[in-house]
């Protein structure tokens, strides 16, 4: 049964991500704005919701190395294999608004959860945690960052579109809309039978809880993100591509992570902190190739997934 709906999943999560796609980034024309910004908050935050909800529910059943490794894991997935697999695919233009922002802002938000964590480095105590005040930090920067991809909507409206008339965009409106929350609805459910089905399979196996959030449960949950990625550049969209890894490694940092230590303390593993270093060294690489040439191309893509395989075989070595 567990593997019959792992492949549920898969078909769901599929055909969701082609519906999500076209929805949104119709919107996107319909709002006369940029599909970066649709990327950064409609398509992030939704393809973000498997890691939410996984998180969240995994932090009040007191397993906060699965709430934890799922985070850091599906920012190391999205750095390496999301980018790396769609950029072999279909090469990424990646703005210079992208560039000078919203990836610096990714790595700030990797640095301040790093801080967050070394209790014992930094305060002299006997365990490290992620406490309910430090939740509170990661949500304010989570504001400050909404703050500005609010008013980067509000900036980038496209005046050249011609307005529809009001018959005609209510329909649209309505198509698209049911579009885009139906691709959304089908992403989060196959994303949470992915992910259910894929941890009692791991369980089976023996592996530890924070080896099975850094690859099983993180697989799982940033299916959405490869899937919706990959879709959306084959469809020649990069920004939305480039705008969802983007935008789900900050919604997975400052919000998920944020929500849930609030809700409950996290206590931290010390084998994580190598696994956040992991997470900061490729978004360095994402930032040092983007800058390049503003593309991300096959050979960029190529490195960054065999730099992830040779991440796995450490972890799972040293499980």
């Known amino acids: 049964m567990m593997y019959i709906l792992l492949i549920i999943g898969f078909i769901l999560l599929i055909k969701g991500a082609d519906f999500f796609v076209d929805g949104s980034s119709n919107i996107a024309t319909l709002l006369r704005i940029s599909p970066l910004v649709i990327g950064l908050t409609i398509v992030a935050f939704g393809t973000g919701s498997p890691e939410a909800t996984v998180s969240i529910i995994a932090a009040l059943e007191g397993s906060p190395d699965v709430t934890l490794g799922n985070v850091v894991g599906s920012n190391i997935l999205n750095m390496s294999i999301v980018i790396g697999i769609t950029a072999v695919i279909s090469p990424l233009t990646v703005r210079s608004s992208t560039i000078r922002k919203e990836i610096p802002f990714t790595f700030l938000a990797s640095v301040a959860l790093l801080v967050l964590i070394s209790d014992r480095t930094l305060q002299y105590v006997s365990e490290n945690m992620l406490t309910r005040s430090d939740g509170i930090i990661l949500l304010l920067f989570f504001a400050i960052f909404m703050y500005y991809v609010i008013e980067a909507a509000r900036n980038n409206r496209d005046p050249s579109i011609e307005d529809h008339s009001p018959k005609k965009e209510a329909g649209t409106w309505r198509r698209n809309i049911l ?141």
Request: proline share 2%.
């Open 179 to 319: 579009i885009t929350v139906s691709g959304l609805a089908a992403i989060i459910v196959g994303g949470f039978l992915v992910v259910e089905s894929s941890t009692e399979i791991a369980y089976t196996f023996g592996m530890s809880e924070t080896l099975v959030g850094l690859t099983i449960v993180a697989l799982g949950s940033s299916l959405p993100e490869l899937i919706t990625s990959i879709t959306a550049a084959v469809k020649k969209q990069s920004e939305i591509a480039i705008g969802n890894i983007v935008g789900s490694s900050i919604f997975n940092i400052l919000f998920v992570l944020g929500a849930a230590s609030i809700i409950t303390p996290l206590p931290v593993n010390n084998k994580l902190f190598f696994d956040v270093t992991v997470m900061l060294i490729f978004t360095v690489l994402l930032f040092r190739f983007s800058r390049t040439y503003s593309i991300v191309g096959r050979y960029e893509g190529l490195t960054l997934t065999a730099a992830y395989v040779i991440y796995l075989v450490y972890i799972i070595y040293r499980n």
